[in-house]
């Protein structure tokens, strides 16, 4: 049973550039978060997807945008890209309510440079 | 708002002994869960365990052992007899709005996390 897998695991980017990160939930999940982690910080709530419909925001400005597919997946697109925006992005899954114990499943993140 | 703050950056201890890493939040709601997780160097987070706001019972797994005070506002995590295999970035993390309807549909507060090197 594959857990959450992202895609791409590493990339590099310049500043105005815009990018799209991938995500693939746990099998039974339907419900993707996504976090952004910046260097020796914990993980930031950026926004969440259920249903196709982005459901929870964070505290993160217009240039990040996603969207979630029939099959659950998930993308999460950067425009203008900034210096500040070089982190690991984390992509994490839980089941619909029932059974649901709160748990997050976490990806292995994607890796952002932006130069 | 909501905050968790782990006061301990980084902790250095030798195989075998015990060591307690601390966490203390802040939420104005009554029901909330409390976790921690784990984060090895190959980035992913493997969750540890939850909590809710209404079982203040400790809880021990194996060598791991929590301790949640309402009190004081703690959720600490114990060790005990480190191995090298300990050795990662531990995170403790904060969910509001209600622990009855959708759990996993909560954003996770998370805390900046205290780096645990264990030495041989």
């Known amino acids: 049973d594959a857990g959450v897998t992202q895609s791409p695991t590493h990339l590099i980017k310049t500043r105005g550039q815009q990018v799209t990160l991938r995500c693939s939930p746990k099998s039974g999940h339907d419900t993707v978060s996504w976090y952004q982690q910046a260097l020796g910080q914990g993980p930031q709530f950026i926004f969440q997807y259920y249903e196709e419909e982005e459901r929870q925001r964070g505290n993160f400005p217009d240039r990040f945008s996603g969207h979630q597919f029939p099959n659950y997946s998930s993308e999460l697109n950067v425009n203008a890209l900034l210096l500040g925006d070089s982190a690991l992005y984390l992509c994490?899954?839980?089941?619909?309510?029932?059974?649901?114990?709160?748990?997050?499943?976490f990806g292995e993140g994607s890796r952002l440079t932006v130069l | 708002a909501q905050k968790v703050t782990q006061a301990q950056t980084e902790i250095s201890v030798v195989e075998k002994e015990d060591v307690t890493l601390d966490c203390v939040y802040e939420?104005?709601?009554?029901?909330?869960?409390l976790f921690w997780y784990k984060q090895p160097p190959s980035g992913e987070l493997v969750f540890l365990i939850r909590?809710?706001?209404?079982?203040?019972q400790n809880e021990i797994s194996g060598r791991y052992s929590w301790n949640f005070q309402k009190s004081t506002s703690s959720f600490n995590f114990t060790i005990t007899a480190s191995q090298v295999v300990d050795s990662a970035v531990y995170f403790c993390?904060?969910?509001?709005?209600?622990?009855?309807?959708?759990?996993?549909?909560?954003?996770?507060?998370f805390g900046s996390g205290t780096r645990l090197q264990v030495q041989p």
């Open positions: 909590r809710n706001s209404f079982d203040e």
């Open positions: 993390a904060l969910s509001e709005g209600g622990i009855f309807m959708d759990t996993g549909r909560r954003a996770l507060t």
């Open positions: 939420t104005r709601d009554t029901t909330y869960y």
């Open positions: 994490a899954s839980s089941p619909p309510f029932v059974p649901n114990t709160g748990e997050l499943f």
